[in-house]
């Protein structure tokens, strides 16, 4: 059995960590780099840093903060935000990352999933989906840029073709959740890890440690993602992990 990992996530507006709630509302957290280091020696497993705002204002991931942050962090990191190019992807990895996370890219370009995974790897190639039940409540759709803008696409049927593409994870956000900290969306989750092969991070609504327990216990998530909770020192990653470890979760302490 697969180990469970904890990630926490690193949101980045103008060189600096912040944090909302259902995508707007936006604090000043802190610099990411140190940020990143501190959370690399609190026993995360991953670390994924988001550009948020890079997509939708048209420009470039910041390539110098992520550099930065590789020097000081030997755990995986996943870069996503403003990546819309096999040589986006080439930069970031070359700057020290080990996986790239493409959104609107991917929706926009699906065929930049298959060129990346074959030219780096599919394990390099992460697909982050950012969905929201519809009001019919019949399923969810996809949201890009930041989630300004409905694609009207059945996440479904978005994973399961981002997996034939050549997508080597999923990272799940529910904008329902995302903020909230009423819990991970484990209906969305359940739908989406149904209908893949490929590990899905849980993203969007960690209140407490129990959501943590709740979201490998009720789902097949692979990973479960929080940022506030972890911003804010509400929670610190060790706790979780010993938490999960008393109720039988296979964690990496």
Same mark, same amino acid.
Not at 105 to 123: C, D, H
Not at 225 to 239: G, M, Q, R, V
């Given at each position: 059995?697969?180990?469970?990992?904890?990630?926490?996530?690193? +949101?980045?507006?103008?060189?600096?960590?912040?944090?909302?709630?259902?995508?707007?509302?936006?604090?000043?957290?802190? +610099?990411?780099?140190? %940020? !990143?280091? %501190?959370?690399?020696?609190?026993?995360?497993?991953?670390?994924?840093?988001?550009?948020?705002?890079?997509?939708?204002?048209?420009?470039?991931?910041?390539?110098?903060?992520?550099?930065?942050?590789?020097?000081? =962090?030997?755990?995986?990191?996943?870069?996503?935000?403003?990546?819309?190019?096999?040589?986006?992807?080439?930069?970031?990895?070359?700057?020290? /990352?080990?996986?790239?996370?493409?959104?609107? !890219?991917? =929706?926009? &370009?699906?065929?930049?999933?298959?060129?990346?995974?074959?030219?780096?790897?599919?394990?390099?190639?992460? =697909?982050?989906?950012?969905?929201?039940?519809?009001?019919?409540?019949?399923?969810?759709?996809?949201?890009?840029?930041?989630?300004?803008?409905?694609?009207?696409?059945?996440?479904?049927?978005?994973?399961?073709?981002?997996? #034939?593409?050549?997508?080597?994870?999923?990272?799940?956000?529910?904008? +329902?959740?995302?903020?909230?900290?009423?819990?991970?969306?484990?209906?969305?989750?359940? /739908?989406?890890?149904?209908? =893949?092969? %490929?590990?899905?991070?849980? #993203?969007?609504?960690?209140?407490?440690?129990?959501?943590?327990?709740?979201?490998?216990?009720?789902?097949?998530?692979?990973?479960?993602?929080?940022?506030?909770?972890?911003?804010?020192?509400?929670?610190?990653?060790?706790?979780?992990?010993?938490?999960?470890?008393?109720? &039988?979760?296979?964690?990496?302490?």
């Amino acid at each position: 059995m697969l180990t469970k990992r904890i990630i926490p996530c690193l +949101d980045v507006k103008a060189g600096r960590v912040v944090k909302g709630v259902n995508f707007v509302g936006l604090k000043d957290v802190g +610099d990411p780099v140190q %940020i !990143a280091e %501190i959370y690399s020696e609190a026993g995360a497993d991953e670390i994924v840093f988001l550009d948020i705002t890079a997509t939708y204002e048209e420009r470039k991931t910041m390539i110098d903060v992520v550099r930065k942050t590789a020097e000081k =962090v030997f755990i995986p990191l996943t870069v996503g935000g403003g990546i819309n190019t096999v040589e986006d992807f080439k930069n970031i990895l070359r700057a020290g /990352a080990d996986k790239v996370s493409i959104n609107s !890219a991917a =929706v926009k &370009n699906p065929n930049l999933i298959t060129e990346a995974s074959r030219k780096f790897g599919n394990q390099c190639v992460v =697909v982050a989906i950012d969905g929201k039940l519809r009001e019919d409540k019949t399923g969810w759709d996809v949201f890009i840029s930041g989630g300004r803008v409905n694609t009207k696409l059945d996440a479904i049927e978005w994973a399961k073709k981002a997996e #034939s593409l050549g997508a080597g994870e999923i990272l799940l956000t529910s904008m +329902d959740a995302d903020g909230t900290k009423g819990g991970y969306d484990i209906n969305f989750l359940n /739908a989406i890890c149904d209908s =893949v092969n %490929i590990p899905v991070i849980a #993203s969007g609504g960690c209140g407490n440690i129990e959501h943590f327990y709740d979201v490998f216990d009720k789902t097949d998530a692979d990973a479960a993602l929080a940022a506030s909770l972890f911003h804010y020192k509400e929670l610190t990653i060790p706790e979780v992990k010993r938490y999960l470890k008393n109720k &039988n979760v296979e964690i990496r302490l």
